[in-house]
């Protein structure tokens, strides 16, 4: 991606993540699940906690150490059983995981697409 004025082949700075946000973020702390979308992954299911969410994204921590940048997920949250009608399912992917203390990570996602069985919409879209 190059604006009009920069040289052909000159590198682009690459903006800081807190610029890259579509949305605020709020501190919150609720059950999430998460499973992998793709067959290529072993199956899992991860029971965690966000730490904080918005419109487009979730950030949690979990002691599991096989995600990685560019996984696709399932991902319900909030969290409570699996026959919840509160609980949304969304297809998201990993955009970042840090090294937290104690043996944890830090997992972001990004939602991609709310699933529904009545719709499909844009993560952060109400569906009709």
Do not use: W
């Not at 072993?42 to 995600?67: C, M, P, Q, W």
């Amino acid at each position: 991606m190059e604006d009009s004025g920069s040289k052909p082949g000159a590198p682009i700075a690459e903006a800081p993540v807190s610029e890259l946000r579509r949305a605020r973020r709020a501190k919150i702390t609720k059950q999430l699940r998460v499973r992998p979308s793709e067959p290529r992954d072993d199956h899992f299911e991860d029971l965690s906690a966000s730490v904080n969410a918005s419109k487009h994204g979730i950030y949690f921590t979990t002691r599991r150490s096989n995600y990685y940048k560019g996984m696709r997920v399932f991902v319900t949250f909030p969290y409570t059983s699996a026959h919840d009608p509160m609980s949304c399912e969304y297809l998201a992917e990993v955009v970042r995981i840090e090294g937290l203390q104690n043996g944890k990570f830090g997992v972001a996602v990004d939602l991609k697409m709310t699933l529904n069985m009545n719709s499909q919409s844009k993560a952060g879209h109400p569906a009709r």
